[in-house]
């Protein structure tokens, strides 16, 4: 099974809005309201920040937000702060027999 | 509070097996899909297996199928993942982690991991 396609890297500065696109197909992202987004530190488990493709899980600042067009996914990060640089995953129900497919990850630098 | 504990991670020879543990704690676990996601080291996280409720719905990556299996013990609280036939590749920290939504796709509550390294 292919991962979902994530770009490698972002970067912006303080203040600036990013966003992080995961690229899948008709049998996953583009099939089903079902993204997830996770926010993970160095040596730390991930945490859950969006689900559902739109929906903030409680604690997590109104300024993550999600959405979906077509196949793609994106993850937008508004007003940047330093503690938002981290690695970023997506993640989709998929129709294919895993069910489960992650993208491979963003590094965010906050410049 | 959500708690998810892993254990029985360590150093193992190629083709050796390994069983982790997951133990459960601060929500009826017996509700819930969970799910073994890995990480190895400098790289992203790979989905590698998940159960439904009850036990009777399983799944795997292609890179594990026939080769691992999850099971839980709903009395216990526990959730396991019994590794064999281990190649180098399967050298990861290993997360327990909690289903939710439509056939428990995402993730709401992770554990710290448990390293596995298979080496000789």
């Known amino acids: 099974q292919s991962a979902l396609t994530q770009p490698a890297s972002v970067s912006a500065s303080p203040g600036q809005s990013i966003t992080i696109s995961c690229t899948g197909t008709s049998s996953d992202v583009g099939g089903y309201n079902y993204v997830s987004w996770y926010q993970q530190y160095p040596g730390k488990a991930p945490k859950l920040m969006i689900y559902?493709?739109?929906n903030r899980p409680s604690g997590v600042s109104n300024r993550f937000s999600g959405s979906k067009s077509g196949n793609t996914a994106s993850l937008t990060i508004s007003g940047l702060q330093a503690e938002d640089e981290a690695d970023y995953y997506c993640?989709?129900?998929?129709?294919?027999?895993?069910?489960?497919?992650f993208g491979g990850g963003t590094k965010l630098t906050v410049l | 509070e959500v708690q998810l504990v892993e254990s029985g991670g360590g150093l193992v020879q190629p083709g050796g097996s390994l069983r982790l543990s997951c133990e459960a704690s601060g929500f009826t676990f017996s509700n819930y899909w969970m799910h073994w996601v890995r990480q190895a080291p400098g790289k992203g996280l790979v989905w590698v297996s998940r159960?439904?409720?009850?036990?009777?719905?399983?799944t795997y990556a292609d890179s594990v199928k026939g080769r691992f299996t999850i099971s839980r013990d709903n009395a216990k609280n526990a959730l396991y993942l019994q590794m064999n036939s281990l190649r180098a590749e399967d050298t990861a920290v290993y997360y327990c982690?909690?289903?939710?939504?439509?056939?428990?796709?995402?993730?709401?509550?992770w554990g710290q991991g448990t390293l596995v390294t298979v080496s000789s």
């Open positions: 993640s989709s129900y998929t129709s294919s027999t895993t069910n489960v497919v």
């Open positions: 559902d493709v739109i």
């Open positions: 159960m439904n409720s009850d036990g009777s719905s399983t």
């Open positions: 982690a909690r289903g939710r939504s439509y056939a428990g796709y995402y993730i709401d509550y």
